[in-house]
C-alpha cells in the first residue's frame, strides 16, 4: 500500500552544491518533519527559518515534496520516499551544501500494521576535506511491530553497512520507545564502532514512554558540540544539531 515505484528522488540541480567536499568543521541537523510540507518555505533558508548557524548537511525524516520540486531550503537533497501517494512523495531526505554520491536506499522487508507501509534509510556519501569519504544513513527506523522485525531490519541495513570503512554518521528517528530497542540499537551501533552523541539538555528530544526517539552517531571524526533545539509548531520532533570536525590523516 502506497509502496513508491520511483525511488531515490535526485534533486534536478544537484551541480549547484557550493563545492566538492565538505569544510574542515561541518553542521548536521537531524529532524522528522511528521508529514509536514515545507513546500511553503522553499525560498526561506532553514538557519533563517529556526535562528541558527546554516548546517551543511540535513537528515530529514517525515518529509514531504512534490514530484522533483526543484528546491529544499534551497540546498541540493536526494529523497528516499516510503509512500507515494498520487503526485506527493513522503520519507527520509538528505540535503546538502556540498556535492554528495553514492546514493543507495534501503526500504524494510517488513511493513507497519495499519498502513502496512515500508519505513527506509537512505545512504549517502560526501567527500571530505581531509581526501576520506563520510558515509551518511538517514533513518526512519520501523515502529509499530513486534521487536524481532525491529531487529531483523536493523540487522539487513548493518550489513549493508558493513561494508563501508572511514567516518560514518548514522542519524534520524530510531523509534526506540523502550529500553529493549534502545539496547538493540546501542548493540548494533558498537558493531560499527560508531559513538552516541549525547546532549547538554536532552529535555527538547522527542519521546514516548520516557525514551528518546531521535539520535545521532559518528566515528572517525571528532564532536565539537551537540544542541537539541525546542521549535513548537512545525513538528511533534524537534531538531538535533551536531558540530562535527574531520581528523586529520
Given at each position: 500500500m502506497y509502496k513508491p515505484t520511483f525511488s531515490p528522488i535526485p534533486h534536478p540541480h544537484s551541480a549547484k552544491a557550493k563545492g566538492h567536499s565538505l569544510p574542515?568543521?561541518?553542521i548536521l541537523l537531524t529532524w522528522n518533519l511528521h508529514k509536514v510540507d515545507f513546500s511553503?518555505?522553499?525560498n526561506r533558508p532553514i538557519d533563517k527559518l529556526i535562528n541558527i548557524e546554516p548546517p551543511h548537511l540535513l537528515s530529514l525524516q517525515e518529509a514531504a515534496i512534490q514530484f522533483q520540486q526543484p528546491k529544499f531550503f534551497n540546498l541540493p537533497f536526494v529523497m528516499a520516499p516510503n509512500i507515494q501517494k498520487h503526485n506527493k512523495h513522503f520519507g527520509v531526505l538528505t540535503a546538502s551544501s556540498h556535492h554528495c554520491t553514492g546514493q543507495n536506499q534501503c526500504l524494510t522487508r517488513s511493513r507497519e500494521l495499519g498502513f502496512a507501509t515500508h519505513k527506509t534509510a537512505l545512504i549517502t556519501q560526501h567527500n571530505l576535506a581531509n581526501g576520506?569519504?563520510?558515509t551518511h544513513v538517514n533513518i526512519h527506523a520501523i515502529n509499530f511491530m513486534p521487536h524481532i522485525f525491529f531487529k531483523k531490519e536493523?540487522?539487513?541495513?548493518?550489513?549493508?553497512?558493513s561494508q563501508y570503512t572511514g567516518p560514518m554518521i548514522i542519524s534520524g528517528d530510531f523509534n526506540?520507545?523502550?529500553?529493549?530497542r534502545m539496547k538493540?540499537?546501542?548493540q548494533a551501533t558498537s558493531q560499527l564502532q560508531l559513538q552516541l552523541v549525547a546532549f547538554p539538555d536532552h529535555s527538547a528530544i522527542k519521546t514516548m514512554l520516557h525514551q528518546p526517539l531521535d539520535h545521532i552517531f559518528y566515528r572517525g571524526l571528532r564532536l565539537i558540540n551537540s544542541e537539541a533545539l525546542s521549535i513548537p509548531l512545525i513538528s511533534d520532533h524537534n531538531p538535533l544539531i551536531a558540530k562535527f570536525q574531520q581528523i586529520p590523516n
Open positions: 574542515d568543521c561541518f511553503h518555505y522553499i576520506q569519504t563520510l536493523l540487522s539487513l541495513l548493518w550489513h549493508q553497512l526506540t520507545w523502550n529500553k529493549t538493540t540499537l546501542l
